[in-house]
């Protein structure tokens, strides 16, 4: 489905939200206050004009509806789904401004309409040509419109528990209703959104709650309301729009016939056998015709036609069906032969087209190396051009592969192996086809580098050195993140004088009693030997790590 244009209409919601957000970051005096009012008054009767525009499609829909209800029926039930979810989200919202109105002002919800609502009439969604009264928030009236404290506890909440929260998930499950409805490819086109990067004056992340409505004042909390019924109203606007679209309004006599040709895929392998369907557009089912196809040529002419291969159509569609043989760009060119319906003659519409085969081809992709480490889950993605990758099963010569929730493969090796092969088949149409395989070289995960409060050698505060408290394992240029080993023992010695200490084997990376003794009775210039550290990796293998050797000053 193709995208269209921004409406003027979306453009003005998002130069009102570009204005609104500018106030947001100024201080709040009267003359922003009163900026707000406008903004907010504008917001409003933007709405209830498009209101008035939104039940007048409604009312030509159900129109085409009366008329022709075996035609429109399908599109209709679903435009009666948009009205319904639009309008509960819409009275949901309403409900939200009341509700924080009056707890702003701390009174009675019952109170706060009477006080600062007035009852206008508006046109009923569900009624087209009937009014229908609505209390509408004169926000000018509202005393506490320039405090945040009352409506931020309802919005945020203390643990972010608040209204905006729920109201984000509304928003959300309602625009999904809206993409699944007119097309994933107008994602672009509908607001709504409650993802995305959010940061504040300081440039901190917050999400979409935090940042529409953390000490946000009255004012701005409603005018903000008023802009997700704006883009409630806009989305259902383009989903009737979409819907009235797969409708007409009117039968049309034919006057142009343009000969389409429908491919399965323009890209094949080698041993699949490329399929399409070849069509008058818009022309009646019934209508029998016959097509000409002369593979390997731009178009067909007076001196090759005797060449063409003869397809005859099935309720007006022909389907071509090719055996790829051979491997490259590809093209054939055809003729549709039908009756005139108006004229009686026969007429001929020429159409092209050209595809691509591919020899099978595998990829195998290490997502953090060249090579596989033993003893941990090595992330690999397996792909091929032209395959979904749920039809693809790949296999290891030496060890196990198993998927990731992730999407990737995860490819477990031995340590006693050199090497290991990955490979990969596919279910095309039915049939197994070997895609390829990849060699990897196996390797043992390097070891990690021993430090103490960062160094491995030189000289240290005594302070720096007893607050360091343990040797630390450090994985240095190492891509597996989540991969550490555990000193399960090491040894201290040095000398005072000439005169050689041990502190004998100590379990565990702490420093204990006696390595701190040592430590406070060092002199300046002597030196510490931390030796013979060994450390165990997840997979269960032990390392000998370097030794750390430090001076105190």
């Given at each position: 489905?193709?995208?269209?244009?921004?409406?003027?209409?979306?453009?003005?919601?998002?130069?009102?939200?570009?204005v609104?957000?500018?106030?947001?970051?100024?201080?709040?005096?009267?003359?922003i206050?009163d900026?707000?009012?406008?903004?907010?008054?504008?917001?409003?009767k933007t709405?209830?004009?498009f209101s008035t525009k939104?039940?007048?499609e409604?009312?030509k829909?159900e129109?085409?509806y009366?008329?022709?209800p075996?035609?429109?029926?399908?599109y209709?039930?679903?435009?009666?789904?948009v009205?319904?979810r639009s309008?509960t989200?819409?009275?949901?919202?309403?409900?939200v401004?009341?509700?924080?109105?009056?707890r702003?002002?701390?009174?009675?919800r019952?109170?706060?309409?009477?006080?600062?609502?007035t009852m206008e009439e508006?046109p009923?969604p569900?009624?087209p040509g009937?009014m229908?009264?609505?209390?509408?928030?004169?926000l000018?009236?509202v005393?506490?419109?320039?405090k945040?404290?009352?409506?931020?506890?309802?919005?945020?909440?203390?643990?972010k528990?608040?209204?905006a929260?729920?109201?984000?998930?509304k928003?959300t499950?309602?625009?999904?209703?809206i993409l699944?409805l007119?097309?994933?490819?107008y994602?672009?086109?509908?607001g709504?959104v409650?993802?995305?990067?959010?940061?504040d004056a300081?440039?901190?992340?917050q999400?979409w709650?935090?940042?529409?409505?953390y000490?946000?004042?009255?004012?701005?909390?409603v005018?903000?309301?008023n802009?997700?019924i704006?883009?409630?109203?806009?989305a259902?606007?383009d989903?009737?729009?979409r819907?009235?679209?797969?409708?007409?309004?009117?039968d049309?006599k034919f006057?142009?016939?343009?000969?389409?040709?429908?491919?399965?895929s323009?890209?094949?392998?080698?041993?699949?056998?490329y399929?399409?369907?070849?069509?008058?557009?818009?022309?009646?089912?019934?209508t029998?015709?016959?097509?000409?196809v002369?593979?390997?040529?731009?178009?067909i002419?007076?001196?090759?036609i005797?060449?063409a291969?003869?397809f005859?159509?099935?309720?007006?569609?022909v389907?071509?069906?090719?055996?790829a043989?051979s491997?490259?760009?590809?093209?054939?060119?055809g003729?549709i032969e039908?009756?005139?319906?108006?004229?009686q003659?026969?007429?001929r519409y020429?159409f092209?087209?050209?595809?691509?085969?591919?020899?099978?081809?595998?990829?195998?992709?290490p997502l953090?190396?060249n090579i596989?480490?033993?003893?941990?889950?090595?992330?690999?993605?397996i792909?091929?051009?032209?395959?979904?990758?749920?039809?693809?099963?790949?296999s290891?010569?030496k060890?196990?592969?198993?998927?990731?929730p992730?999407?990737?493969?995860d490819?477990e090796?031995?340590?006693s192996?050199r090497t290991?092969t990955?490979?990969?088949i596919?279910s095309?149409?039915?049939?197994?086809l070997?895609?390829?395989?990849f060699?990897f070289?196996?390797?043992q995960?390097?070891?990690?580098?021993?430090k103490?409060?960062?160094?491995?050698d030189?000289?240290?505060?005594?302070?720096?050195?007893?607050?360091a408290?343990?040797?630390?394992?450090?994985?240095?240029?190492?891509?597996?993140?989540?991969?550490?080993?555990?000193?399960?023992?090491?040894?201290?010695t040095?000398?005072?004088?000439?005169?050689?200490q041990?502190?004998?084997i100590i379990?565990?990376?702490?420093?204990?009693?006696?390595?701190?003794?040592?430590?406070?009775?060092?002199?300046?210039?002597?030196?510490?030997y931390?030796?013979?550290?060994?450390?165990?990796?997840?997979?269960?293998?032990?390392r000998?790590?370097?030794p750390?050797?430090?001076?105190?000053n």
């Amino acid at each position: 489905m193709a995208g269209y244009k921004e409406t003027p209409r979306q453009k003005m919601i998002g130069m009102l939200y570009l204005v609104l957000t500018a106030l947001l970051a100024l201080n709040v005096s009267k003359d922003i206050l009163d900026a707000f009012i406008v903004v907010n008054e504008s917001m409003e009767k933007t709405n209830e004009g498009f209101s008035t525009k939104i039940v007048s499609e409604y009312a030509k829909f159900e129109n085409q509806y009366n008329l022709n209800p075996a035609k429109v029926e399908e599109y209709w039930l679903q435009a009666q789904q948009v009205r319904e979810r639009s309008n509960t989200l819409i009275d949901y919202i309403e409900d939200v401004k009341l509700e924080v109105v009056a707890r702003s002002e701390r009174k009675s919800r019952e109170e706060a309409l009477k006080r600062f609502y007035t009852m206008e009439e508006l046109p009923d969604p569900f009624a087209p040509g009937l009014m229908r009264e609505r209390p509408v928030l004169n926000l000018s009236i509202v005393p506490t419109r320039d405090k945040y404290d009352e409506s931020t506890n309802y919005m945020i909440g203390q643990n972010k528990n608040g209204e905006a929260y729920n109201l984000a998930d509304k928003m959300t499950e309602y625009r999904n209703f809206i993409l699944s409805l007119i097309g994933e490819g107008y994602e672009d086109k509908i607001g709504l959104v409650t993802t995305g990067e959010f940061r504040d004056a300081t440039g901190t992340m917050q999400d979409w709650q935090y940042y529409n409505f953390y000490h946000t004042i009255l004012a701005a909390t409603v005018t903000i309301l008023n802009k997700t019924i704006a883009e409630v109203q806009s989305a259902e606007f383009d989903a009737i729009t979409r819907l009235y679209a797969n409708i007409t309004e009117k039968d049309f006599k034919f006057d142009n016939v343009e000969a389409k040709v429908i491919a399965g895929s323009t890209y094949i392998l080698a041993g699949q056998t490329y399929e399409a369907d070849v069509l008058v557009a818009a022309y009646d089912s019934k209508t029998q015709s016959e097509v000409r196809v002369l593979r390997g040529s731009d178009r067909i002419t007076e001196a090759n036609i005797a060449n063409a291969q003869v397809f005859k159509s099935d309720n007006g569609v022909v389907k071509l069906s090719f055996p790829a043989q051979s491997v490259g760009p590809q093209r054939y060119a055809g003729i549709i032969e039908m009756l005139d319906p108006v004229t009686q003659e026969l007429a001929r519409y020429p159409f092209s087209a050209d595809y691509l085969v591919a020899p099978p081809s595998l990829t195998v992709a290490p997502l953090k190396m060249n090579i596989l480490y033993a003893g941990l889950k090595n992330p690999i993605s397996i792909s091929s051009p032209g395959i979904p990758s749920e039809h693809i099963t790949p296999s290891v010569s030496k060890g196990k592969i198993t998927r990731n929730p992730a999407g990737y493969w995860d490819v477990e090796v031995s340590s006693s192996d050199r090497t290991t092969t990955i490979s990969a088949i596919a279910s095309v149409d039915g049939k197994s086809l070997h895609l390829g395989s990849f060699e990897f070289r196996i390797k043992q995960v390097p070891a990690p580098v021993a430090k103490i409060a960062g160094l491995t050698d030189g000289p240290i505060d005594r302070n720096r050195l007893l607050a360091a408290r343990a040797i630390i394992p450090e994985m240095i240029d190492f891509d597996f993140s989540d991969y550490h080993f555990e000193v399960v023992s090491y040894e201290l010695t040095t000398f005072r004088g000439t005169e050689l200490q041990r502190t004998g084997i100590i379990r565990g990376n702490l420093f204990n009693e006696t390595v701190n003794n040592y430590i406070n009775n060092a002199t300046r210039g002597q030196r510490l030997y931390f030796e013979r550290i060994q450390a165990r990796g997840p997979d269960g293998t032990m390392r000998t790590l370097n030794p750390v050797n430090l001076e105190i000053n």
